[in-house]
């Protein structure tokens, strides 16, 4: 936790001095902050990795077998691509926005019509994901660990869980090494298996398309089916924070990069869902592999079953095939949990911050992050998964189409958004009714019709509802506001504005000066993370007499 120390620091007296945890760039990974180009030392292509490297989950394979089990062949297939188009157009303005202006999606959120702590509640709803997912795909390590070597279901859950911690405290600078280093290898096991069955069983296919599951419609289309198998599939929206929590760190673009940093900003961004529909549509034909190999139908949609069966098409029936998809299943859920450990850690660091004015590091939350997803592993989640994706998205999917709309709509369009991603507290009004507001109707509105209040199909189609919603109130909102919610003061100091770097009056370290505000309670200059923790200025810069409030578009420089 940070702690202060009496030495001058302007009018405050006081310097505030954080812990070794905070104060390391390794272990912090500038968690609260804007990721200064001193830091970001990699290339295109090792952040392209490392982000690709962060969607190997299996979870896709067992959401795509889910789906075909419950809703067959064709409304699962469907569905998948619905949601991947939404994903995948959603996803290139956050991608673009947080590679350009090096901010993590929380940062992006608060300066995307929801204020400085309108966007606490994202924060929860991102780190709902993170620990959502870290625990299905705990389940899943876990399901490898029990069929190949006996472990009893809760130890191996624990030891899933356990084994990720150590890899996630040293952030980016390992996880990059990490998510390179594995990547051949990860991507020939990915891939082998259905190649194989192609190949070598010519009914597969068939047997796919024409797989039912439990699904009272078989497997032809119904568009009821459809609907609740695309919302399921939607939960998955917010993956594109994993993704921007790596784009962060792209190097500037500039006139001789130009190509190769859109093609990674574009591949690891929005392009994620290419191979994550990939994945689902494998789950749903794996699954019906598995239940065509004798694998009952309640744990066809495991991805341990699904790639035991796969693997036997290539090494036989024997252990080697065991071995292997065991193999296969712990390297992919290392490769996925590392990123949601991380990208948890930085969720709950920008919400406690917000809250408590104390940040007493980005690996604390780690631990608090890992033992929520334990929790929800031993409370057996895997068993109801499609209920919460279900109810989930409609969340998710809010938040995503109000920020989406700001970033598409607002900024360039109407104008009414700043050009540029504001973050900082100092520059922020507390809550933004553009993006907040829209977000909380549209939560509210769909989530009732998830429950059935307004009949079957709006259920069904509950997170295409919460999307529509949340879309077109944005930029209605802003119109009605005329954009006034979204800068608080004059910003002196703002992103794509050149400085020298800047000492902190409150900390005495030095950073680029994006991540410095004109503070006239300390009487100098201070950083964002000092700014957000400051709980004695009571937002002195706000105030009509310290700093003139102008138009955003006239910063002083």
């Not at 157009?89 to 204020?115: E, H, Q, S």
């Amino acid at each position: 936790m940070s702690t202060i120390t009496k030495e001058p620091a302007g009018v405050g007296g006081t310097r505030r001095k954080f812990n070794k945890l905070v104060s390391n760039p390794v272990f912090e990974d500038y968690s609260l902050r804007y990721a200064p180009k001193s830091f970001r030392t990699w290339s295109q292509y090792a952040v392209f990795s490392a982000a690709l490297g962060g969607i190997a989950y299996l979870a896709d394979q067992a959401i795509g077998g889910s789906l075909a089990v419950q809703f067959g062949f064709e409304n699962a297939f469907w569905g998948i691509i619905a949601a991947a188009t939404i994903i995948f157009l959603t996803g290139i303005p956050i991608a673009y926005y947080c590679a350009k202006y090096n901010v993590d999606v929380d940062l992006l959120t608060r300066g995307a019509g929801f204020g400085y702590l309108g966007s606490t509640i994202t924060s929860v709803i991102y780190a709902s994901f993170t620990f959502i997912f870290f625990a299905l795909e705990g389940s899943i390590m876990a399901q490898a660990f029990n069929l190949y070597f006996g472990i009893p279901l809760p130890i191996g859950y624990a030891l899933g869980s356990l084994m990720i911690i150590p890899l996630v405290t040293f952030g980016m600078t390992l996880l990059s090494k990490l998510q390179v280093w594995t990547q051949p290898i990860w991507l020939t096991l990915l891939f082998a298996p259905p190649i194989a069955v192609l190949a070598t069983d010519p009914q597969a296919i068939s047997n796919w398309t024409n797989f039912a599951g439990a699904s009272p419609s078989g497997s032809s289309f119904n568009p009821l089916m459809f609907g609740s198998a695309a919302g399921i599939a939607l939960a998955l929206i917010a993956q594109i924070g994993e993704q921007a929590d790596y784009l962060r760190f792209m190097p500037d673009k500039t006139k001789k990069n130009s190509f190769g940093w859109w093609l990674a900003v574009l591949g690891a961004g929005p392009g994620w869902v290419i191979l994550g529909a990939t994945k689902q549509l494998m789950g749903s034909f794996f699954a019906s592999l598995a239940f065509t190999h004798g694998t009952p139908l309640a744990k066809a949609n495991e991805p341990i079953q699904m790639y035991h069966t796969g693997f036997t098409y290539i090494l036989g029936s024997g252990m080697a095939a065991v071995s292997v998809a065991t193999f296969f299943v712990i390297l992919s859920q290392i490769k996925i949990n590392v990123t949601n450990a991380y990208s948890g850690s930085l969720s709950w660091s920008n919400f406690f911050s917000r809250l408590l004015h104390a940040h007493p590091g980005r690996v604390v939350y780690i631990f608090f992050n890992v033992g929520i997803s334990l929790t929800l592993m031993e409370l057996n989640m895997f068993s109801v998964l499609g209920h919460i994706l279900g109810f989930y998205s409609n969340v998710a999917v809010a938040w995503i189409g109000a920020v989406t709309a700001d970033l598409v709509i607002n900024k360039p369009l109407l104008k009414l958004s700043p050009s540029y991603v504001e973050f900082k507290r100092a520059h922020l009004y507390n809550f933004n009714p553009v993006g907040f507001g829209s977000m909380a109707v549209a939560s509210f509105i769909s989530v009732l019709a998830f429950f059935g209040v307004f009949g079957a199909y709006a259920a069904a189609y509950s997170a295409f509802i919460a999307l529509g919603v949340s879309f077109i109130l944005s930029p209605i909102v802003a119109i009605i506001t005329k954009g006034k919610y979204y800068i608080a003061r004059n910003p002196n100091y703002h992103a794509g504005v050149q400085h020298s770097a800047m000492n902190c009056v409150a900390c005495g370290f030095e950073y680029e000066t994006n991540d410095m505000a004109a503070c006239p309670f300390h009487q100098g200059s201070i950083c964002s993370l000092c700014c957000s923790l400051d709980s004695s200025c009571h937002d002195e810069c706000k105030k009509p007499h310290a700093l003139p409030v102008l138009s955003y578009g006239s910063p002083m420089v």
